[in-house]
Structures are given as C-alpha cells and as structure tokens.
T-cell receptor, first 112, second 117 residues
Framework: KNEVEQSPQNLTAQEGEFITINCSYS?????LHWLQQHPGGGIVSLFM???GKKKHGRLIATINIQEKHSSLHITASHPRDSAVYIC??????????????FGKGTKLSVKP | DTGVSQDPRHKITKRGQNVTFRCDPI?????LYWYRQTLGQGPEFLTY????????KSRLLSDRFSAERPKGSFSTLEIQRTEQGDSAMYLC???????????????FGSGTRLTVV
C-alpha cells in the first residue's frame, strides 16, 4: 500500500463544475503539499498546509490531521485547470527529514 | 532570481552512454533535492543536499548514479552506462532547511526528460 493515496486517478469535468481531489496518507507528517504539473513536466507548488484550510483564488485546500486526509477543491473549473494534481507529504518519518513522499497524481481534464 | 533551472530540458542518449544533468537552485535555498518521475507515477526521491553535503540517498540511486553539489550552489546528477529503464523525468527542487517541527515550501524546476534508446 502506498503511503500517499490519491483519488480519483482520472477526472473529467465540464467547464464551471466544482471539482474535488482527495488525498489520504499513512505516515506522520509536518506538512502536506498540493502541486500542479502540466504536460511539459514542470511542477508548481499550489499549497503547503499543516492544518485547517487555505484558499487561493478558485483553489481551496483542506486538511484533517486526525483523519490523515486532505482535499483540493477547484471552484468554477476552467479548461486551463487541466493538469495533473499531485499530493505530497513531508516531515520527520522513518528517519528521513529531507524529502517528500508523492502520490501518483490525479489527471484532471476540464472540457469547454 | 528566476527560480530553479534545469539543463538540458530534454536528452536522448544511446544505451550505455553517460549523461549529466545540471540544476541551479534558488540562490538563498540551502537544500537541493533530486527526484525521478516515470510515466503515470508521482516523483520518487533520489537524493538531497544541504549546502554541499549529501545528506540522504535513496536505494533507487544505484551505483551508476552520482550526484554532486561541490560549492553548495548548483548540482549535477550523472548516470553512467545508461539503461532503458533510466528513461524518466528528472526533477530538481530546492528549499530552505526547516527548523525543528516546521516544513518550508519547495520550488521545483521544469525537469530534464531523459530518453534512453
């Protein structure tokens, strides 16, 4: 079982729809990251959070530390939101302090 | 500062050849990370540096792989005797080192896509 699980793996939505991507993790963390990766490969950091909720434009990220679960929401989705969204966790686990553990990503396609 | 830069963006090489990639992190960032991403998968940790010291290496980093950060600034990742299984996107990221109990954000480069033919 992967330490970071995302769902769904693939998601197709119509423009304007509200989108939710989920992330569950099994390790102790100090922070959870939501990242966006476009087909060219580069990764952009969207959020880093360790508790509660953060909002940036049409994007909202929440985390429940007790349940080890986070969600990324996109309101009023647009075709330019089409990308792979990756959840990653970081912190002091297994003696490693230096790196992130990534989920496999959720491929989002928003149709006009 | 324009962020984390990686060079080259794409590399096609014949099996058995050696390749070297470069990463220039954000200048104020002490930590530099290398990750590998294969198609349809999330990135996997390879190694990281704090300044010039290589603090951790994944077991994914076989003896054909070597990484350096000689002056604590840019880093290079070399793969010797490349194999088709090495084909992947190689991502570099940098960050500040966190104080205990905290975690700072990462900045990623655009990656180097390696194709071994």
């Amino acid at each position: 079982k992967n330490e970071v699980e995302q769902s769904p793996q693939n998601l197709t939505a119509q423009e304007g729809e509200f989108i939710t991507i989920n992330c569950s993790y099994s390790v102790g963390i100090s922070a959870l990251h939501w990242l966006q990766q476009h087909p060219g490969g580069g990764i952009v950091s969207l959020f880093m959070l360790s508790s509660g909720k953060k909002k940036h434009g049409r994007l909202i990220a929440t985390i429940n530390i007790q349940e080890k679960h986070s969600s990324l929401h996109i309101t009023a989705s647009h075709p330019r939101d089409s990308a792979v969204y990756i959840c990653a966790v970081g912190g002091n686990y297994g003696g490693s302090q230096g790196n992130l553990i990534f989920g496999k990503g959720t491929k989002l396609s928003v149709k006009p | 500062d324009t962020g984390v830069s990686q060079d080259p963006r794409h590399k096609i090489t014949k099996r058995g050849q050696n390749v070297t990639f470069r990463c220039d992190p954000i200048s104020e960032h002490n930590r530099l990370y290398w990750y590998r991403q294969t198609l349809g998968q999330g990135p996997e940790f390879l190694t990281y540096f704090q300044n010039e010291a290589q603090l951790e290496k994944s077991r994914l980093l076989s003896d054909r792989f070597s990484a350096e950060r000689p002056k604590g600034s840019f880093s290079t990742l070399e793969i010797q005797r490349t194999e088709q299984g090495d084909s992947a996107m190689y991502l570099c990221a940098s960050s500040h080192p966190p104080p205990t109990g905290r975690h700072y954000g990462y900045t990623f480069g655009s990656g180097t896509r390696l194709t071994v033919v």
